[in-house]
T-cell receptor, first 113, second 116 residues
């Protein structure tokens, strides 16, 4: 039962353009969503999060959008840089689970110079 | 500030052998997590500790996996006996655990296990 899905295994963009990574979830009890970034041979690192009471959160070049009715979130990176090339995981949690995260499968982002 | 430490970084064993992984969380972090990440999938929570008590072990295959967190600091995860499908990266994470459960989880580099 895959409660968090990232349907695009990979994404390739040119440096300076926008990268859009998508994530869908099925459990309506999820109320907090996060994006993690992972480089090879390293653990995931936290990037940005959003609570279900919001529909947008920005942090520099990174913006996360949440559409609760569609159970969909997306991460926008503008402008994309070669150093952004990594695997991006979306994750979700619910208030009753006290920190337990459910992760998607990940999307490999490649930013070409 | 030192990050989450894990050892070993790589381990190769034969099926039916035993293996143990060690994790040292960030100092002061009350909550510790062990995740299993199979190739091509996202991390899956195996067990969550709050101090030295278990909060969630619903996805831990208890017939072969065990974990402990003595004195609420370091933790070990053991597999006995290992199966081929246990080949994965085992990630340890920690968080401060303020009220509300929205704390950032900080991950270690992981241990890559190969079972032959």
């Amino acid at each position: 039962d895959q409660q968090v899905k990232q349907n695009s295994p990979s994404l390739s963009v040119q440096e300076g353009r926008i990268s859009i990574l998508n994530c869908d979830y099925t459990n309506s009890m999820f109320d907090y969503f996060l994006w993690y970034k992972k480089y090879p041979a390293e653990g995931p690192t936290f990037l940005i999060s959003i609570s279900s009471i919001k529909d947008k959160n920005e942090d520099g070049r990174f913006t996360v959008f949440l559409n609760k009715s569609a159970k969909h979130l997306s991460l926008h990176i503008v402008p994309s840089q070669p150093g952004d090339s990594a695997v991006y995981f979306c994750a979700a949690s619910k208030g009753t689970s006290y920190g337990k995260l459910t992760f998607g499968q990940g999307t490999i982002l490649t930013v070409h110079p | 500030e030192a990050g989450v430490a894990q050892s070993p970084r790589y381990k190769i064993i034969e099926k039916r052998q035993s293996v143990a992984f060690w994790c040292n969380p960030i100092s002061g972090h009350a909550t510790l997590y062990w995740y299993q990440q199979i190739l091509g999938q996202g991390p899956k929570l195996l067990i969550q500790f709050q101090n030295n008590g278990v909060v969630d072990d619903s996805q831990l295959p208890k017939d072969r996996f065990s974990a402990e967190r003595l004195k609420g600091v370091d933790s070990t995860l053991k597999i006995q006996p290992a199966k081929l499908e246990d080949s994965a990266v085992y990630l340890c994470a920690s968080s401060i655990q303020t009220s509300g459960g929205r704390d950032t989880q900080y991950f270690g580099p992981g241990t890559r296990l190969t079972v032959l």
